[in-house]
């Protein structure tokens, strides 16, 4: 921490001063810190020195547009005085705005008559929005008495020289010393409200920092002052590990040394201006980024030793380059081709902003902003004009429409395995690298890819090196009775995961049959329904997809809780593109062979992973106990159980005294069976689930191949649910036979699924010895029994609850647990 008494700099961008609103915050902040002397530097308004520049562009075409648009900037202008200010001195404060719009209008009508503005009349105009935005603030501080050491309002034209070098402004450190010292009273130890952005030449003639400038009066001011500190507030958190509009998870840095800072800037993170850092550096002025919309948050500090971990701080990336490859066998071993070639782009003023020459010095190839790619083509072109004709340079090839991407991190240098990283994403990205630049500092690797993967490339490097590559983006179809309860599980489980697991499951999508939630860092769980009911957009199956599959995200997986028949079919497309489908929905299992082998055969040859537990008894572990037999070796020579949880209820219940209709009518109306019991009762069920095991052993079976004993009488199989029920009582007579012939051979009836490993397949109701195993099963319990080459005598069995929402969920959510554990996760 800074002396308590010395000057603290606080810098606010644009974002920060965009409305009345704004103004307000960042009085109660500079309010905070009155305490000791502070320089508070701003910028124009959101949007204003953009605006400004726009003007003068309409006036070079002679377009009388910017007659109203610096009508809309001043009336913004008064707009916003006159919300923050007192009538007085709002009047005052208009007063000038009014005037210096005149002085604009007369500057653009006559750019309007020569059709061009130069650099000077251009930065004339652009740097009124500091003026502006300082002059409005300084009043509302005096005002509001919230300077109590006084407010002084600083013109940083009148302070600050520069001299325009090839590398931008170098700012005459004497000179605007002793300026400041002219400007502020002596002594003077209140709050100084300063513009950024603006500065003087040595001629006196007013110029800019650049776009973004202001950072660089932050810390320009900074060292005039001898500032302890340096705090540059945005509209975000601090400096990104990427540009959060890209990257959506991009995480806060919290502390990055300055020259980790000056490459971040350079290569595109906007956040702060490259400049900056070069000031604060000379004196070691820390610098602090901070969210002027969460002061709370201790920000982003950069300095020039922070105490961090991180190999990798931060990735960007710049687009609009172009690449020109210099190619010939006359400039191996020739000492100097690279001082003429550089040294010639230096005189035509073209910026390059990576190099890279392979060590057989046959190529040499550079980046440039694509705007002066057809400059430079021609100054190499010069340049070499003949080695070009003697044929000792080949060819000169000019690529456009790249972008540059760059990993910075003082800590890459001495520690492996970084590059290797950076390479490993791309190349599972599908990004073709172009050129290749490491800096012998090691603190940058760069590389230059096509354009149009730039985002794709940005987001898959960043997770390789921020998230836990255990992240799984979970999109979930079908939030009814299964779904919500899986939904309900995992909310509550989510913390758990990530620290026992270091796995972080981000529910990114879900999907009922109508509406679509998608939410890029992860739906709030607690409230998915009301988000679903008021953020939701029309469903779309394709596009869900696509939205969980984030190509940023290591891992994506659908969970199918819906018993539909058209998201079955994608599964297949789904795991081609190597996302992981999770589903108690037994259709795409129980389809065709040919389409259940094709959907196999996608799977693996994606190496996606495909689960299916709670297809067959719910939550029990039915599939995984065949897996496992079979990949022991084992030989699987029957398996034999009771699968429906509704017709093992029914057949507990009957017992004869009660006619088996009512037993029907009574489970129905406690929720035991489907809402028309003849799904249940038909034994399909039953036997699309004897399908999923039998081709689980590998046998080819169909769903016809299946011999089925219907309980529904063959009159009533088309009527209506009503019909049905109303009618079943005329069939319980010959119920009740088959329960007395059982009976009196001391037996029970059991309604009983068989398969054996030649491939008989029958489902059916069977009577069994009371002693039987699956005599003795509660409600609805799901039993199965695996007679196999190890367990002969005395056979495996598997028992329990194999219905209802919560086991059934918990069948879900054991699969995603075995998919986290495909993929590596450990306890
Ligand atoms: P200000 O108006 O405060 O000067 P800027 O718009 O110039 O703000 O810069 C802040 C913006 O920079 C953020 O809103 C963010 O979108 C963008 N940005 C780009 N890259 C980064 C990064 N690596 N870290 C933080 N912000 C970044
Ligand atoms: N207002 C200037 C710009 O928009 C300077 C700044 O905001 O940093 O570039
Ligand atoms: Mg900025």
Not at 112 to 132: C, K, M, P, Y
Not at 330 to 356: C, K, N, Q, W, Y
Not at 489 to 501: I, K, N, S
């Amino acid at each position: 921490m800074a002396e308590p008494s010395s000057w603290i700099v606080h810098k606010f961008g644009g974002s920060s001063v965009a409305n009345a609103d704004c103004f307000e915050r960042v009085a109660r902040i500079v309010q905070q810190g009155s305490g000791r002397p502070q320089g508070i530097v701003l910028s124009a308004c959101r949007g204003v020195t953009d605006g400004l520049l726009n003007l003068v562009t309409q006036a070079e075409r002679s377009d009388l547009a910017f007659e109203a648009g610096l009508g809309e900037l001043r009336d913004r202008h008064i707009a916003i005085a006159e919300a923050v200010l007192k009538p007085g001195s709002a009047a005052a404060f208009i007063a000038d705005l009014k005037s210096d719009c005149r002085d604009i209008l007369a500057i653009l009508q006559t750019v309007q008559l020569i059709r061009s503005a130069a650099q000077n009349v251009r930065d004339r105009v652009a740097g009124h929005g500091e003026i502006w935005s300082t002059r409005l603030f300084a009043a509302l501080l005096r005002e509001r008495g919230l300077g109590p050491r006084g407010v002084e309002w600083i013109d940083a034209r009148r302070v600050v020289v520069v001299r325009w070098g090839s590398l931008g402004p170098v700012v005459q450190w004497q000179e605007s010393a002793e300026r400041l010292r002219a400007v502020l009273p002596a002594g003077f130890r209140g709050t100084a409200v300063i513009t950024g952005y603006i500065a003087s030449d040595e001629q006196g003639i007013q110029t800019t920092l650049g776009r973004n400038g202001s950072d660089f009066s932050g810390s320009i001011f900074g060292a005039l002052l001898d500032a302890g500190e340096i705090h540059i507030w945005t509209d975000v958190d601090g400096v990104l590990s990427a540009d959060p509009r890209l990257v959506p998870d991009a995480q806060v840095i919290g502390a990055l040394s300055y020259n980790e800072a000056m490459e971040l800037a350079y290569f595109g993170a906007k956040v702060i201006h490259p400049q900056t850092m070069a000031p604060a550096v000379e004196r070691g002025i820390p610098i602090w980024i901070r969210n002027t919309f969460a002061p709370g948050k201790a920000g982003t500090l950069i300095c020039a030793a922070p105490d961090s971990p991180l190999p990798v701080k931060g990735i960007t990336s710049i687009d609009g380059i172009a690449m020109l490859n210099l190619e010939g066998a006359g400039m191996i071993a020739v000492p100097g081709t690279a001082h003429r070639l550089f040294g010639a782009l230096r005189e035509d003023d073209i910026s390059v902003i990576l190099i890279s020459q392979g060590s057989s010095e046959h190529s040499i190839c550079f980046a440039i902003p694509e705007a002066q790619a057809v400059r430079a083509e021609q100054v190499v072109r010069r340049a070499f004009d003949s080695e070009l004709r003697q044929g000792q340079i080949q060819s000169v090839a000019v690529d456009r429409g790249l972008s540059i991407l760059a990993v910075v991190g003082d800590g890459m240098a001495g520690s492996h395995g970084v590059a290797a990283k950076v390479f490993a994403a791309l190349g599972d990205a599908a990004v073709n690298v172009r050129a290749i630049a490491q800096g012998a500092s090691e603190r940058n690797i760069s590389v230059v890819i096509d354009g149009r993967s730039a985002p794709k490339a940005l987001r898959t490097v960043h997770s390789r090196f921020y998230l836990s590559p255990h992240t799984l983006s979970l999109g979930l179809i079908g939030p009814g009775t299964v779904g919500h309860v899986f939904l309900d599980q995992l909310a509550t489980q989510l913390a758990r995961l990530r620290r026992d697991l270091n796995l972080d499951v981000r529910v990114r999508g879900l999907m009922s049959s109508r509406r679509m939630l998608l939410v890029d860092g992860g739906i709030d769980l607690p409230r998915w329904r009301e988000l679903l009911d008021q953020e939701g957009q029309p469903a779309d199956l394709r596009a869900f997809a696509q939205f969980v599959h984030a190509e940023y995200l290591p891992h994506a997986v659908i969970i199918d809780c819906t018993a539909s028949n058209d998201v079955a079919a994608s599964y297949r497309d789904w795991l081609a593109n190597g996302i992981h489908v999770v589903t108690p929905n037994k259709k795409a299992n129980t389809g065709s062979l040919s389409s259940y082998r094709a959907l196999r055969e996608a799977r693996r040859a994606a190496g996606s992973h495909y689960l299916y537990e709670a297809t067959v008894g719910a939550g029990l572990p039915v599939i995984q106990t065949v897996r496992d037999l079979r990949e022991t070796g084992d030989e699987i020579t029957s398996i034999e159980g009771i699968l429906s949880g509704t017709l093992a209820y029914l057949f507990n219940v009957f017992n004869g005294e009660e006619p088996f209709s009512k037993v029907v009518s009574a489970a129905r109306s406690r929720g035991y069976t489907e809402p028309d019991p003849r799904d249940d009762l038909s034994g399909m069920d039953v036997a699309r689930k004897l399908i999923i095991l039998g081709r689980e052993m590998g046998l080819d079976l169909e769903i016809g191949d299946v011999q089925v004993e219907s309980l529904v009488p063959e009159a009533l199989t088309k009527c209506s649910i009503e019909e049905f029920l109303q009618r079943l009582p005329e069939f319980d007579a010959a119920m009740r036979k088959r329960y007395d012939a059982a009976r009196a051979q001391g037996k029970v009836l059991r309604y009983v699924a068989r398969l054996e490993s030649g491939g008989r397949a029958t489902v059916g109701l069977t009577q069994l010895d009371v002693r039987h195993a699956f005599a003795n099963i509660a409600l609805t319990d799901n039993v199965v029994r695996f007679a196999t080459r190890r367990y002969c005598d005395n056979p495996l069995i598997v028992q329990g609850p194999g219905a209802g929402p919560e086991v059934t969920a918990g069948g879900v959510f054991a699969d995603l647990l075995r998919l986290s554990a495909y993929l590596g996760t450990h306890v």
